[in-house]
């Protein structure tokens, strides 16, 4: 008869070594209960953003999250200029976009690089961090940075994204989509890969609305929702681009939409380089309003959500974010019933937690 005892687990070696503690209870190799202790990493970002005027918060949101950074100074701009008014110029519409989309590639395949980090599959671990590192590469070349790309500010963006570059982005793209395809194969049949994520950390529909999960989390459940096409924003509604889903509901379901959401991506910078109309690339400040607005946005791991109050200076009486790791984490309660100890760690990557956000 086996016995019943609580398994502490973490703060520091969970999946991507961030600080979060899970408290489990564990029969024999089996967990039967989980409870989640975070906090340890509260920095108070929300309160310090009152303190900043409106121009210096861009760069204090872009430092959130680093994979997610360029969604989180976006989705702030826009807040901003719902608040206040302003309509940004059309190429910086399709700029944003180019830079988001950017991001979610490299953001992904660190999310799936991991995945094999922890299975014990170093070789495809390393061959998937290699070709993300050519996603690094676009960003330092085309923005000068290989995590906060500095793109966004209100009103638009900072630089512009001149002819040669976008045509050097169009010819990385072409190198790195069927090293992509390459790598969306080996985790589709890879017996390794599919014995450690098939059927494993389940989260069925009916708990993924009930629980508000966002992003890869709920369309690798079967739950149709993208910001991107349920409230399209900047360009998104003149492109062209599918929204991934699957009802597989295991770890392996919710890598192969991050996977195929890729190809996606790659559909929409394709567009952003050939669509890109001529023009300015910010519009003019507009006075400071005592009023109150949001915004919303999909970023790679699920919808952001920004309020902003004004009170007629430069300084915002409040700022508020919602990310979409803060809605994912309740699902491993889900996830890990009945799962080995040996897979919690697996689990809670497929969810591509990030603790920077989630606590702020």
Request: glycine share 6%; aromatic share 6%.
């Amino acid at each position: 008869m086996s016995s019943t005892f609580t398994m502490p687990l973490g703060p520091v070696h969970v999946a991507l070594e961030e600080p979060v503690y899970f408290r489990l209870t564990v029969e024999g190799e089996t967990v039967r209960n989980v409870e989640l202790t975070s906090g340890h990493v509260h920095r108070g970002m929300e309160a310090m953003a009152t303190q900043r005027n409106l121009i210096k918060n861009t760069t204090l949101t872009e430092r959130v999250c680093s994979l997610c950074s360029n969604s989180h100074s976006f989705t702030y701009c826009m807040s901003v200029e719902n608040v206040l008014g302003i309509t940004i110029p059309e190429r910086a519409r399709y700029l944003r976009v180019l830079a988001e989309e950017i991001k979610r590639v490299a953001s992904h395949l660190f999310n799936t690089a991991i995945q094999a980090h922890i299975i014990g599959f170093k070789s495809l671990f390393m061959h998937v961090m290699e070709v993300r590192e050519m996603m690094q590469d676009v960003k330092e070349t085309v923005y000068g940075n290989r995590m906060n790309l500095a793109s966004n500010c209100i009103g638009g963006v900072k630089c512009d994204v001149e002819r040669d570059m976008l045509d050097y982005i169009l010819g990385m793209i072409a190198k790195v989509e069927p090293a992509v395809d390459e790598i969306r194969e080996i985790y589709d049949t890879n017996s390794l890969v599919l014995a450690r994520t098939k059927g494993l950390g389940l989260l069925p529909k009916e708990d993924a609305v009930r629980l508000g999960v966002v992003g890869p989390v709920a369309r690798g459940s079967g739950v149709v929702i993208d910001v991107r096409k349920d409230s399209p924003y900047a360009a998104y509604p003149e492109l062209n681009f599918d929204m991934i889903t699957s009802e597989g509901c295991c770890i392996h379901s919710r890598t192969m939409v991050r996977l195929n959401e890729i190809f996606e991506s790659f559909k929409l910078i394709r567009q952003c380089c050939e669509r890109v109309p001529d023009g300015p690339v910010t519009a003019p400040m507009r006075q400071i309003r005592t009023a109150e607005a949001c915004a919303r946005s999909e970023a790679p791991r699920g919808e952001v959500f920004y309020y902003i109050r004004t009170n007629g200076t430069d300084m915002p009486a409040r700022l508020k974010w919602r990310v979409p790791s803060y809605m994912n984490w309740e699902a491993l309660g889900v996830m890990m019933r009945d799962c080995k100890v040996a897979d919690v760690a697996l689990i809670t990557n497929s969810i591509d937690p990030c603790v920077s956000c989630t606590e702020r």
